[in-house]
């Protein structure tokens, strides 16, 4: 029976996405001219990401910030009024618009509709020696959206959403395709009220690129403690 619920979450996936990509093509045409508009630099923004197993892909989003933020101040963690977010990106991320361009990652099979969020190939460290908690969110495809996005999104720290994604997994080889539906419409009402948008700060006290640093190291440690 999990067999056949991959089978059909795949043939969702495929579905959904493709039929998803050909409605929007106005909103691709309208959104490019838009951010070519407002800052130099591509349409479309890649990163390597980790999905079942911890394969490496290329994930597309709409370019929401400048060129080359990755490397620039906060590095992966957007907080509140980032200066390296573009005028047009504030609105693409606001309306989670910028994530659209996932869809052709689902439609070739890198990706799904509803699973763990693809983090960043560098951002829990190295991959070989995370502890058997963190590995097992990888045991599914990486998702567009997921049961620690509905469950918090950036209101929660990684090791409740690495939480969240173990329970999906459990809860998917129990209920198979029922679980991404229920997960997928609330998705979308949480995409309506804007929630969980940017992260927070683990100390207030802390600017920025502080607070930056001290996540990201704080990450790694729990992601490698002892099994």
């Not at 097992?136 to 997921?146: D, E, I, P, V």
């Not at 979308?188 to 190291?217: C, H, P, T, W």
Request: with cysteine; hydrophobic share 40%.
């Amino acid at each position: 029976m999990y067999k056949l619920n991959l089978i059909i979450k795949r043939m969702f996936d495929m579905i959904a996405s493709g039929m998803a990509i050909i409605i929007l093509l106005p909103v691709w045409l309208g959104v490019a001219i838009a951010i070519k508009k407002d800052s130099q630099g591509p349409v479309f923004f890649k990163q390597d990401r980790r999905t079942k197993e911890g394969k490496v892909f290329q994930m597309l989003k709409f370019r929401s910030m400048v060129v080359n933020a990755e490397h620039m101040g906060t590095g992966l963690f957007n907080y509140m009024d980032d200066p390296r977010v573009t005028k047009v990106g504030r609105k693409l991320r606001d309306s989670s618009i910028d994530e659209l361009p996932q869809l052709f990652n689902i439609f070739v099979g890198d990706m799904s509709i509803v699973g763990p969020r693809p983090c960043v190939k560098y951002e829990l460290g190295d991959f070989d020696t995370l502890n058997k908690k963190y590995k097992k969110r990888f045991h599914m495809k990486a998702g567009l959206t997921g049961l620690a996005q509905v469950k918090g999104r950036n209101d929660i720290s990684w090791d409740d959403k690495v939480n969240y994604d173990n329970q999906y997994i459990d809860n998917f080889a129990k209920y198979g395709i029922l679980v991404d539906l229920a997960i997928l419409f609330e998705s979308i009402g949480r995409v309506f009220n804007q929630q969980s948008i940017y992260e927070k700060k683990s100390e207030d006290v802390l600017d920025d690129i502080e607070a930056a640093k001290a996540a990201e190291e704080e990450i790694i440690r729990i992601a490698h403690l002892p099994d």
